[in-house]
């Protein structure tokens, strides 16, 4: 036994728990700092981090025209756990015992040059960071949905709104009529104290007072708080529309210009699939269109034009 325990690092526990799986979803202090400090990153990884990284920077810096950066490889060949580590160390609020997660993956990485690399563009391009494991991240009631409808509801849900679709666009109309403020303090009200925050996501209850308070706010369009109940939602939306708002609403939100989307899972969850394969390809193009104007606008000369960039595998 003391053989076989000099093979291995004195201070780390034989019996320790080593994760058999890694997932974007598994994101707790604890869990991510086991999983970081057990990151053995081998000369090919280092190499595929330094292409990735010379990608982003042309691609944030206007170099080059595409955005898109498709991560592949065999079953367990480190797909997932490369995605992650360098999506956490690109969002700048990600921390871990209150350090940067940025200083965690620089920590394991060999080569001092991969580490200077990656710590001035994670500093140059400070971006707001959505990831998805789409083998869990479905929409209930839709078989297969296409990507574009996973992100655009993983995008609102990271962004607080609701998951019932009715509630969601009234907070949304709420919110770009300058009305919201008073629509919490009128909840807050009626819900003796409660914010609309603890209960938008309980739909029977925040069906009964939104209903009561949309008529309130919207009598042109709900007569009585029936109408507002009754109302059915279709999504009767363009795709780039929706990409539009969805960028719009990140920056809004996050106050920063850069957005990088990170997916898990793709390959398999588009498989042979045509239309969602069409339906991702619709995506990139329209968040490579989108995502390069400053919220519609035309960007200044000589000034970086913001990038979004779109990681799926």
């Known amino acids: 036994m003391s ?37 053995v990153v081998t000369e090919s990884i280092e190499s595929s981090f330094e292409r990735l990284l010379n990608c982003f920077d042309q691609g944030m810096s206007g170099g080059s025209q595409e955005i898109g950066i498709w991560v592949s490889g065999f079953y367990g060949s480190g797909k997932s756990s490369f995605t992650k580590y360098l999506g956490f160390a690109l969002d700048p609020t990600r921390t871990v015992d209150g350090r940067p997660f940025l200083n965690w993956l620089e920590d394991q990485l060999v080569s001092a040059p991969l580490r200077a690399q990656l710590h001035t563009l994670a500093k140059r391009y400070p971006s707001t960071v959505i990831m998805i494991d789409l083998a869990s991240a479905q929409i209930a009631g839709a078989t297969m949905a296409e990507i574009s409808s996973v992100l655009y509801w993983t995008v609102m849900q990271w962004a607080g709104y609701p998951k019932d679709r009715k509630l969601a666009y009234l907070q949304l109309m709420l919110e770009r009529d300058g009305r919201m403020a008073d629509f919490e303090k009128r909840i807050s009200a009626k819900a003796k104290g409660k914010a609309w925050s603890d209960i938008l996501n309980q739909p029977l209850v925040a069906q009964e007072f939104a209903s009561s308070l949309a008529c309130e706010f919207y009598l042109d369009v709900f007569k009585t708080p029936k109408d507002f109940k009754d109302l059915k939602v279709d999504d009767v939306q363009f795709e780039n529309e929706r990409v539009k708002e969805m960028l719009d609403l990140i920056r809004r939100k996050s106050g920063r210009e850069n957005i990088i989307f990170i997916l898990d899972e793709v390959g398999q969850y588009v498989a042979a699939r045509d239309n969602l394969i069409l339906n991702l390809q619709g995506l990139a193009e329209n968040t490579k269109l989108l995502g390069k104007a400053r919220r519609g606008s035309s960007p200044p000369r000589n000034k970086r034009s913001p990038k979004t960039t779109l990681v799926p595998r």
Not at 7 to 36: C, G, H, P, W, Y
């Open 3 to 39: 053989t076989i325990r000099n093979l291995f690092e004195a201070t780390k526990a034989l019996d320790r728990r080593i994760e058999k799986v890694i997932s974007f979803d598994n994101a707790a202090n604890d869990q991510l700092k086991r999983e970081i400090t057990e990151y």
